[in-house]
Every structure is written in structure tokens, then in C-alpha cells.
């Protein structure tokens, strides 16, 4: 079980807004940053978003992050079939272990 | 720009250690945190560690008791070790450098290796 929660699945059709979700709790998403990453099978996951809403050059601004609370979200506006892939949330935990924690992943399906 | 490679042994016997190595091309390996993650087949990524070029390290609770990461600067390199391995430990290990510079920070983590496939069997 991951200390961050994401639905296993989510799904859009071309062209559609979707709102992927990442669930934490105060000693990780709610006072640190979160990040989000792409993951297409074979290739290493990309990074999308850093420290919480920051996109690195060469993101499409399709991509969008947010935080609020203890939670997270990934936004992806004018979906594309090549937006197909499984997206992570990571976040720094504070507590005891003091340690990089992922969420399960959401596998996105493009209809 | 920065390139990271993993190399290391593909199989590994149950009980042995595993050992990779990154080779860090295109940059000076000092002054960040060098991490690897791991992706079992048809799972999520697990981050197992990581270590800074002063010597700080943090590990993943649940594998703490089995895991060094270490840092070669003169080669511009980082290992990883994991000892008594079982075949929940096959899975493809990345390695990646970790852009946060805080001892209470990380995940932004960029660039990646390509990964490497390892396989706990005898």
C-alpha cells in the first residue's frame, strides 16, 4: 500500500479536460512539494511537474499541477492519445522514516 | 547536458547482493542527492535511497535493513547494494539525480537513467 493515494484508472476522450488525483496527509503533501511524473511503458518516467505546479521547459502547458491540503492534483487539458501512460505523484514524508514516498500510479486510458 | 547509464550483473542468485552502478556523464556529481528507484513488472515506482555527495544518506524504511547507496565523485559515479535478495526484488532499477538540495526535501528528480532490468533467480 502506498503512503500516497492515486485511482488505479482514469480515463478521456480526445480533446477532454482530466483531473488526476494524489491523496497524502500532513507529513508529506500538505507542507511539501509534490511532483509528477509520466510513465510510458520501456522508457524511464518523465518528470511533468515540480514543486507542486512548476512545469519544466519542454512540458506542454496542457499539463498542469495544483495542491491543496493534503492533497494533489494533475490536470491535463486537451487530451491527445499520446497522453496515454500511468502518472505518478511523489512528495517528500517528514516523518520518522524521512524518505521520497510515490503514490500506486493512475493509468490513464485516451478513449 | 546530463546523462545518467545503469550498468551492473542482469541476474542475481536469491540471498546474493545486488549491484548497480550509474555513471554520471555531462556534469560534476557533487553537491546533490544521486537516488534509485525501482519498478517491479506491472507495479508502481518504489524509491529506495538516496545519498548526497557530503555523505548523507536516506533510505526507504522498508528496505533500510538491506540497502547502501554509495558515492564514487572521482569517478563520477553512485552504487547501489542490496543484500539476501528474493525474486520481489527483480524489477527494472533506475537510477536518477534529485534536483532538491534540502536534507527535508526531494522527489524532483531529473534527469533519469534509462533503467536496467534485474533478475532474482538461481
Known amino acids: 500500500q502506498s503512503v500516497l493515494t492515486q485511482p488505479p484508472s482514469a480515463s478521456g476522450t480526445p480533446g477532454q479536460r482530466v483531473t488526476l488525483s494524489c491523496s497524502g496527509s500532513?507529513?508529506?503533501?500538505?507542507?511539501?512539494?509534490v511532483y509528477w511524473y509520466q510513465k510510458l511503458p520501456g522508457t524511464a518516467p518523465k518528470l511533468l511537474i515540480y514543486?507542486?505546479?512548476q512545469r519544466p521547459s519542454g512540458v506542454p502547458d496542457r499539463f498542469s499541477g495544483s495542491k491543496s491540503g493534503t492533497s494533489a492534483s494533475l490536470a491535463i487539458s486537451g487530451l491527445r492519445s499520446e497522453d496515454e501512460a500511468d502518472y505518478y505523484c511523489?512528495?517528500?514524508?517528514?516523518?520518522?522514516?524521512?524518505?521520497?514516498?510515490f503514490g500506486g500510479g493512475t493509468k490513464l486510458t485516451v478513449l | 547536458q546530463v546523462q545518467l547509464q545503469e550498468s551492473g550483473p542482469r541476474l542475481v542468485k536469491p540471498s546474493e547482493t545486488l549491484s548497480l552502478t550509474c555513471t554520471v556523464s555531462?556534469?560534476?556529481?557533487?553537491?546533490?542527492?544521486w537516488t534509485w528507484i525501482r519498478q517491479p513488472a506491472g507495479k508502481g515506482l518504489e524509491w529506495i535511497g538516496r545519498?548526497?555527495?557530503?555523505?548523507?544518506?536516506n533510505y526507504n524504511p522498508s528496505l533500510k535493513s538491506r540497502v547502501t547507496v554509495s558515492v564514487d565523485t572521482s569517478k563520477n559515479q553512485f552504487s547501489l547494494k542490496l543484500n539476501s535478495v528474493t525474486a520481489a526484488d527483480t524489477a527494472v532499477y533506475f537510477c536518477?539525480?534529485?534536483?532538491?538540495?534540502?536534507?527535508?526535501?526531494?522527489?524532483?528528480?531529473?534527469?533519469w537513467g534509462q533503467g536496467t532490468l534485474v533478475t532474482v533467480s538461481s
Open positions: 545519498m548526497h555527495t557530503i555523505g548523507s544518506t
Open positions: 536518477a539525480k534529485d534536483v532538491e538540495r534540502s536534507s527535508s526535501a526531494g522527489g524532483w528528480f531529473d534527469p
Open positions: 511523489a512528495a517528500w514524508d517528514d516523518s520518522l522514516s524521512a524518505s521520497v514516498v
Open positions: 555531462g556534469a560534476s556529481i557533487s553537491s546533490h542527492y
Open positions: 514543486r507542486n505546479d
Open positions: 500532513s507529513s508529506n503533501i500538505a507542507r511539501k512539494y
